[in-house]
């Protein structure tokens, strides 16, 4: 079940493509991120190289999924960390609801995930009084103005330094307006230093849980999210459940590939592995560790062998950066949560295509997605098998909720058109003549027209290839 | 009703019964094998390109180098983990001149106050990776975690020979896998963000300066 209305993908499109500003502030910023990856990973045959390990690593990992949960659950407890079931995002959310409460906390402090944007977590708190806090510096920002991330790496670039300084001044206390990216970060600093000081509950994400040795990876540059795992008494992890990796050994690979894919880092400045909670005499760290593995629709992405390659993802966000409809659009045109090429290809599963099966057709198939991710997704693949999807109808045990809801009988009248008109000679050069004669016209009326409306309408020839053919003697062999 | 446990691993199980997975060997990146002095020099290039000052220095002159460059700052104190060799090296040490040194000793909700309010911390490390350029740290019960958060400042020694080639090198031979600490850190630089504009910007909620003293 859908939680928002239908996105009204055209209006949100139209308006996206017209916005100049958001057009510059995206165009820089992601030809800016594909070079930074592409100087990183100058060596291309050690970037194959490492695209194969991880891979590897994750297809293994989603090969013995239920075992490893079991394992990373069993090795957590046993580490002292408290671990929780989901099935859906309500669940997930009561979870933190009812630890929040126990502790009677009022403030938490948030490091940077997704998943909790996937369950709207914060909204969710909010509506129960709780005060939450998103502390990284691009999520602060779009929290002020109350939006949602537009890129799963770089939540707030959709904005620039203006924006982002008007944002400041009205929106903090005692803020002067200033422009300077310095002095932004600063103000920022000072006001959130305050927050991480009086946290009473410190939230975040997980990039890899490790399963051999019940280990939390969080991968950050700014601190902030070592900030909300270490000061306050309680730290609440949540993570989808195909995060999970077998081994420790498995997380160097990965933690390379997710660095320079989605910023052309060698290394963050931070990598921080948590293992437990605060052991008896040392002096920091929460005294409560909790980790909440959600489901939300991702145990139904593994039943089918092409689809759950979506689950191999580590959210690196460039195939965001490569996509020529994101970096035209930018990430809130979609309309949910995850955009980009990986949002077309996992909001369609995790939604149903019913509601956001219109994403899996917002892509040219260049194939620019499935080129660069480093866990060798077959993005494009998968793109058109949900698009298939879409028209079929028939019942399966991996079928995607909401299959078939494209299928309409003018579609099917019309593609029988097409078939006809193209295996009868006789029909064939019938309408090919009469689309020289007429075909000028055509676009300009009926469903055609959404496509003329900003293009220039193609001019038919006069004459069909087969009949100019013909006129020069060439045989049909 | 059952557990949310028990639904998502009956799903998972019903998954798992469609079977076709195909799992290809997970194979090695690309080796990588440089000599002492090279494992030095990367690891040194690659943090000061990300903004942090390293001196490599002599065993029995770290704590000269240390302190000339305590004095050219104005630091209202150097906060340090009692009970390490570094803190046997530094306490008998110190001088007057010197930004006074505080031990960590108490719990943080005792000691949260006094830490927010410290201008440098200093830490020993665990050994450090030269193929992306970091530094190991395994906080513990001596060096808490916050010493290389919280204060704007985190200075940090650096011993030669522990900088292995690779992070997978490290855990390898140091068999990471038998027993992980509380907490495992990497640390490549001060804190930083390019979160407006992308443009980079160091110092945001993490130390705005890391110095790293190598001990060769
Ligand atoms: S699909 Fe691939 S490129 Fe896109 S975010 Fe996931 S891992 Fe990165």
Redesign the pocket.
Known sequence: MTEQALVDFRANFAKALNDKQLRRNLTKAMDSLRLKRKAVFADKEALERLRSVGNAIRRRSLSKLPELLEKLEKKCTENGIQVHWAETKAEANQVFLDIIRRHQASRVIKGKSMVSEETHLNHFLEEQGVEVLETDLGEYIIQLDHETPSH?IVPAIHKNRDQIAHLFHEKIPDTPYTEVIEELNAIARKTLRQKFFAGEIGVSGVNFAVAETGTLCLVENEGNGRMCTTVPPVHIAIMGLEKVVEKLEDVPPLLR??TG??TGQMITTYFNMITSPRKPGEKDGPREVHLVILDNGRSNILADPELRQ?L?????????N?CPVYTRLGGHAYGYVYP???GS??TPQLEGLQNAGTMAFASTLCGA??E??????P?TDILRLLRNKSYDTQDSPTAVEGHGYKKNVSEDLAWKGWTAMNTHPAFNTLSTRMLGLIGVHLPRVGPLKGWTSVRTAPKFAKKSLHQLAKERGLSDE | MSSARERVFANLHAAMQRGGFKVPETGTPLPLTLSRQERIDRLKTLMENMHTEVYVVKADDWLNVLKELLRQRSLNGLVYGPGTPLAAALEPSWENDLPPLIPYNEEIEQFKDRLFAIDAGITTTRGGIAETGALILWPDAREPRLLSLVPAVHIALLQADTIYNTFAEAMNSERWQEGMPTNALLISGPSKTADIELVLTFGVHGPKELIVLIVD
């Open positions: 799963i590939l997710l894919s989605a979506t191999q993802c580590i959210r690196c966000g460039a195939c965001l490569h980009g090429p990986i290809i996992l997605c499935a660069v991710c480093p866990v060798k997704i993005l």
